[in-house]
């Protein structure tokens, strides 16, 4: 959401909430006709200032601590008390409503949530007798189900400040949002040369670079066939995987071609079904790329297969490109591994094996740093994991992550990309950024 849009729907969402409770208790319960239920928390507060049990107030059936929190209203004139506490309520009931808004993106479908949902719970309060307490609990549950990744969100990218991982990330770090876009357009990240982020938008088919300064896109490719992931090998060639309809591995960089299409008995690509997820390019002019299996695809084009009992998503070539690490397990299914193989002079694949067990998700997006570390998106998370294989701590997010790059002045802030649905089931992606102590690895692009 821009600035343009963000400030009508923050002002409408809490002029709702204001209208919403002028019009159920000002209105309806007539505070200056001494008809509203605080008269009743006023009696009781009363009776606690005598020295009294609340509770000889006839009709007063609340808990005795509201009785005894009220004892200062109580010294004050019915009116005078009436007016304040009537303030204080709908203020609480508005900065409710605004703080719910804003942990949902503040977008436009949350205002209408709020909207639809607090006055069914007016309706509610005086059909069912929820009250206030019921009508915004009624808020909460429906929200948390048309939209169940933000309470997540609140819980961990708001309230729980990150641990330190020596060498990795300081102490009460936090991910940052720093742009939104609808649809399936945000995959594959990776830094150029000025540390700006390269995204490859599927449903636009094209990449946009994002300024690490102003977090302005602007497009630099396009016509990419529903490009989904990009890299950049030592050289600087830009290459791309195109998700659609004859799906393909395509060099945009320095000269836009296509690198391989084809399995080597003629077959397209599409044969091996479903879909071309990620890829990594070598210094050769090859890459390699994840398509259920892990692939190579020569520098002249000669797709060749790798691995056995292998499911793929996010591959990486470590920094001096001896080994080739891979993802392997159903994204978030269950706990997956991290599968690594020896790279041959020649770009083959030897010596498979299990480099680290994950303790979340089966991985998604994979990146390295300056020190050889491995990245590893894994549902709300992002693993650590040492050259060595060790798990050296996770780096919780804000929801589910799939692809991960380090970006920014001096590669030393980690991007994330976010796809998450509204509840219009329409597309957004968003990218997050959290500072790293960490750099990125400098020679080449990811």
Same mark, same amino acid.
């Given at each position: ?19 919403? $409770? ?50 200062? %209203? ?5 009116? *005078? ?16 409503? +605004? ?10 479908? #949350? ?24 009508? %915004?609990?009624?808020? %909460? ?70 300024? +690490? ?7 630099? +490719? ?10 950049? &090998? ?18 945009? *960089? ?51 297969? $790798? ?20 993802? &392997? ?21 030897? &010596? ?24 590893? #998106? ?34 030393? #802030? ?17 990218? $997050? ?7 990125? +690895? ?5």
């Amino acid at each position: 959401m821009n600035r343009r849009q963000w400030r009508p729907a923050k002002f409408l969402t809490a002029a709702f909430c204001v209208a919403w $409770y002028v019009s159920k208790t000002l209105v309806e319960q007539r505070p200056w006709a001494n008809q509203s239920d605080f008269s009743w928390y006023y009696m009781a507060a009363q009776q606690v200032v005598r020295g009294k049990s609340p509770f000889g107030v006839g009709g007063y059936l609340y808990p005795p601590l509201l009785a005894f929190l009220l004892t200062p %209203l109580a010294l004050l004139p019915y009116a *005078a008390a009436q007016w304040i506490w009537h303030i204080v309520s709908s203020g609480s009931l508005t900065v409710a409503g +605004y703080l719910i808004w804003r942990y949902l993106e503040g977008g436009w479908s #949350t205002f209408l949530i709020v909207a639809v949902v607090w006055a069914f719970g007016g309706a509610a309060e005086d059909s069912l007798g929820l009250g206030q307490v019921g009508c %915004l609990l009624t808020l %909460l549950i429906t929200v948390a189900y048309t939209k169940p990744g933000w309470l997540r969100s609140w819980s961990i990218g708001s309230g729980m400040a990150i641990k330190a991982i020596p060498g990795v990330i300081a102490d009460g770090q936090k991910w940052t949002k720093v742009w939104e876009v609808s649809g399936n357009n945000a995959d594959g990240i990776l830094a150029d040369k000025d540390g700006n982020l390269l995204i490859a938008q599927n449903h636009n088919s094209a990449v946009v670079k994002l300024d +690490y300064k102003t977090n302005q896109p602007t497009t630099v +490719y396009k016509d990419t066939h529903t490009g989904g992931a990009l890299s950049m &090998n030592k050289k600087g060639e830009l290459f791309i995987v195109e998700r659609g309809l004859h799906s393909n591995v395509t060099k945009l *960089a320095p000269k836009r071609e296509v690198l391989a299409d084809k399995l080597p008995n003629g077959d397209p690509l599409d044969c091996l079904r479903g879909v071309i997820n990620d890829l990594t390019a070598d210094s050769k002019g090859g890459a390699y790329f994840t398509m259920g299996g892990v692939f190579y695809a020569s520098p002249k084009g000669i797709v060749t297969r $790798y691995g056995d009992g292998l499911q793929t998503n996010g591959v990486i070539l470590s920094a001096d490109e001896k080994t080739l690490y891979v993802t &392997n397990g159903a994204f978030g299914g269950p706990a997956g591994t991290i599968a690594a193989f020896d790279v041959q002079a020649d770009g083959s694949l030897t &010596n498979q094996r299990e480099f680290v067990r994950l303790p979340s998700g089966g991985g998604d997006g994979l990146t390295i740093d300056n020190d050889n570390r491995l990245y590893v #998106t894994a549902g709300p998370n992002l693993h650590v994991v040492s050259p060595d294989g060790k798990l050296l701590g996770s780096i919780p997010a804000p929801y589910g992550l799939i692809s991960a790059a380090f970006a920014g002045k001096d590669k030393k #802030t980690m991007y994330a990309v976010v796809s998450l649905s509204d509840p219009t089931r329409l597309q957004h992606a968003f990218v $997050y950024a959290i500072p790293m102590v960490a750099q990125g +690895y400098k020679g080449r692009a990811k």
